[in-house]
């Protein structure tokens, strides 16, 4: 419950400031219009980018996004009010993971719709598209939800939030990827879920690891 | 005799390679306010931050409500930090403040309760904190005190950038908290410390 009410006033604070939102929305603009460009005007080109034009940059927009979660406690300097809450601390992760990944499937569907329109995305299997993301975005904001609160309060959280997330998401980006590259060029429909079944199983071990150490990494 | 509420058993912190507290030992009892006196530097704002288990000491020991600070879960809820200055979030109203502060410590309370407080201390509602002056920072820090009822208050430098009737009703605040509790405040101003506090705990050079 506590969780929630955290989540939701994150969101209340992001919609208040606007400025993490704003960043992400105008990076992905961007991120689109250069990568349209460079793999354009070809259809069969775009066609076959698309896929991973799309996990590239929600990998990218989520981290800026991830920062921003704990960004709001360090520009509030708020974590200690934080911290102090009673109980274990695992709450504060769930909280923060819950925002991020409400960002990121708004922002992760915004995106679908505009690959679709530039990359020739097949929106009518917008659900099997639809799962993917959920999946994929899943397991993505897990592991980045975690590692934005590891770095929280050092000065150099940015560069090492990248550095860190990266490698770990790999596998998470390798199989959404196949996945929707499935779904574009009209796979097996069990080629498609064999790749759901592996985000699944990456989504479910990340989580678990991750509620289970944030308590200790948290602690100054 | 109850146990001691605070209990610092020769504590040792450093950042990088500068000692700030070498072999501190400090014990608060039930009903007491204490000032941590000395210069700045010194290791007062260090020292309230390691009783809160915000930060460990390299060596020693705390311990709070009779346990060991480290294993305090549910007992955290009784201790509060007003840091100097306080922290809150810039983009909410006071009131949405004090009802975010209090639904995530698990004590959810009505928006009239919120409102109620802020009036308490004189401060309007409607307002976001951005637009609130350092002393209404302090009063809005003042009226969350008064809802979430510590066992064990933490002040720091508390007085700063208050008016004589902000520090009037920090006084009458403190020496409420010290009739459930205890206080712990880090100051500069001797006056204000021989005002409220039952004892002085003198730090650095003054020590």
Known sequence: MRALVLALRDLRLEWRGRAGLLSAFSFIAVVLFIMGIAFGPDEASLRRAGPGVLWVALAFAGSMLASRAWALEVENETLDDLLLTPGSREWIYVGKLLFLWLLMIVMGAFLLVLVAAWFYLPLAAWPQL????VLGGTGYTVIAAFYAGLTVRLRARDVLLYLLVFPMILPVVLAAVKATLGIAFGAEFAEIVSWWKLLGVFDVVYLTLCVLLFPGVIEG | MADPLVEVQRVWKRFGRQWVLRDLSLSVEPGEVVALLGPNGVGKTTLLRIIATLIRPQRGAVRLFGKPARALEAERGWIALVANPPAFYRHLSGEENLEQALAL????????????????????EGRPVAAYSSGMRKRLAL?????????????????????SGGREELARVIGQMA???????????????????SRSFAMGDEA
């Open chain 1, 130 to 133: 639809f799962v993917t993301l």
């Open chain 2, 105 to 124: 410590a698990g004590r959810p309370i009505a928006r009239a309760q919120a409102l109620e407080a802020m009036a308490l201390v004189g401060l309007p």
């Open chain 2, 143 to 163: 009226a969350r005190t008064l809802l979430a009822r510590p066992r064990l208050l933490l002040l720091d430098e508390p007085e700063t950038a208050l008016d």
């Open chain 2, 179 to 197: 009739g459930t509790g205890a206080v712990v405040l880090a100051t500069h101003d001797h006056a204000f410390a021989a005002e409220v506090a």
